[in-house]
């Protein structure tokens, strides 16, 4: 249903604009240089449909998937976490008009079918804000478990004030 490339310009333009509306207005994008920047920085893909009657946008993606450190809290406290390397760390995004139209598991499942083709037997770790209780839900039903919970304000996107997240493997 899917396919991951990687990142080009464009794509890294098209996803700066995304905006998502509350309650999840904190994966919303600025378009700023810097964001544009992190987008292109080799550790980020974007995610296309294959079939084009999901995809109203033209050539822009339907989504993007992060990798490594690029899908990670950047709060020291974590390393003891994100130094396991027996897991790869995945972080993604379905453009805002997308969401909530059972998408997800399909969408999910390519990231982690693309992952495997690469990294192999490395189990799959991510991180969620647990406020976030359709992905949490949908997490859980795919298998992922939860393994430490925390809170930080290391999210730019938070803008100064304390998420509650969760890490979770597969």
Known sequence: MFHIEEMTEEAAQAISKWKYPSPYEIYS???????????????????????TEINEFGNEPCGFAAFGWSAQIQDNKLRCFYDDESYTDIAFGLRPELCGKGMGQDFVKAVIDFVKEIFGDDGIRLTV???NK???????????????AFNTKCVDAAKGRTLSMKIMVL
């Open 29 to 51: 994008f600025s378009e700023s240089e810097d964001e544009i920047e992190e987008l292109k920085n080799g550790l980020h893909f974007a995610v296309y449909p294959d079939e």
């Open 129 to 131: 804000d647990t406020d």
């Open 134 to 148: 359709r992905a949490c839900t949908l997490y859980e039903r795919m298998g992922f478990k939860e393994i430490h």
